[in-house]
């Protein structure tokens, strides 16, 4: 197999929009995981965002936003002791105003604090905001409830239009410097991998460790790594090792994934064990192409890089004391 051959044939399966009109199709269901290899694509994402000058923190969470509490008091009442406001706040609401389920509501999720270190932070939901907003009297209410509805009509336009997502993602790997390769090929990857899963699903391959499985074997025979020990090599810990690949290892998985499904369809396997033996199989076609184009290229094809934003340095001292 020539060096070009099978990363051009892969990459020229089909024409751009229509990747993207594919991977706005299984989007929303490939935003679930399918066992320990593949992380959600959404679930834990942490965004900042800023409502008159203040910084607001949100963490999307079984689906939906979750909002910090306390930046929202920061930002909406009049008070420079957001913490205490909540507390007695809390209180008002449930005691006075027999808001019971409150506690019930509120989630404690991991987000940075000024100190970029993770803390656990009082969140809750887009409709418990509401809810709690409608208890401050603030000038700044009115105009915040506006900004909370377009943040969850913009999740709303996702849902019913999953490609507008897409186009989020495509801006923001734009944004981070990706090229224009790695995320054609990132977007194609999204497009094998759930081909190959529907083809699981329909073989009586159970969705979870089953899938996790089988996504290890492939992973093994392709890079002689398994899932797990790839993600270790590249210094990742709960980041999707996909959004970390280099284009070639981009293009590695999907001819590992792209050959199983096809083989799978061939011998008509069923069951995990036969497809077990697909999975072995269609991984030493993309591991035989890599061993090859090593050859060629006189180096690994597997890398250590990553996209993670490199950690500040500690100033030096400088008057030489420890």
């Not at 706005?24 to 490939?30: I, M, S, T, Y």
């Not at 994934?257 to 396997?269: C, G, V």
């Not at 036969?274 to 890398?303: F, P, Y």
Request: hydrophobic share 35%; glycine share 8%; with cysteine.
């Amino acid at each position: 197999m020539g060096d070009e051959s099978f990363e051009q044939k892969l990459m020229s399966d089909m024409p751009m929009d229509e990747v993207i009109r594919k991977c706005a199709v299984v989007g929303k269901e490939d935003a679930k995981p399918h066992g320990k290899d593949a992380d959600p694509l959404t679930e834990g994402e942490l965004r900042l965002s800023a409502f008159d000058g203040r910084r607001i923190r949100r963490v999307f969470h079984d689906n939906e936003w979750y909002f910090s509490v306390v930046d929202v008091i920061q930002a909406v009442a009049e008070t420079d002791r957001p913490s205490k406001y909540w507390s007695d706040l809390k209180s008002q609401l449930t005691d006075k105003e027999g808001f019971s389920e409150l506690s019930d509501r509120i989630g404690q999720l991991k987000m940075p604090g000024a100190d970029g270190k993770m803390y656990l932070t009082d969140a809750v939901n887009t409709e418990t905001l509401f809810r709690v907003i409608q208890s401050i009297p603030s000038k700044k209410a009115e105009p915040f409830k506006r900004w909370l509805a377009r943040v969850g009509y913009e999740r709303i336009q996702e849902f019913q239009d999953p490609e507008i997502s897409v186009k989020r993602a495509i801006i923001n790997w734009q944004i981070q410097g990706r090229s224009d390769d790695w995320i054609e090929a990132r977007l194609r990857s999204i497009v094998v991998r759930h081909e190959l899963t529907t083809e699981w699903a329909q073989r009586g391959v159970t969705e979870g460790m089953e899938y996790g499985y089988l996504t290890n074997i492939i992973s093994h025979e392709t890079f002689g790594l398994k899932t797990d020990e790839h993600k270790r090599y590249k210094g990742l810990t709960s980041q999707n090792l996909r959004d970390h690949m280099t284009d070639m290892e981009l293009v590695l998985t999907m001819l590992g994934e792209k050959s199983t499904a096809a083989i799978t369809q061939s011998t008509d396997a069923q069951g995990l064990y036969q497809n077990a033996d697909a999975a072995h199989s269609g991984g030493r076609v993309a591991g035989d192409a890599r061993r090859g184009l090593e050859r060629k290229l006189g180096r690994s094809v597997v890398s250590s890089r990553n996209f993670l934003k490199p950690r500040p340095t500690a100033p030096k001292n400088l008057t030489g004391k420890s």
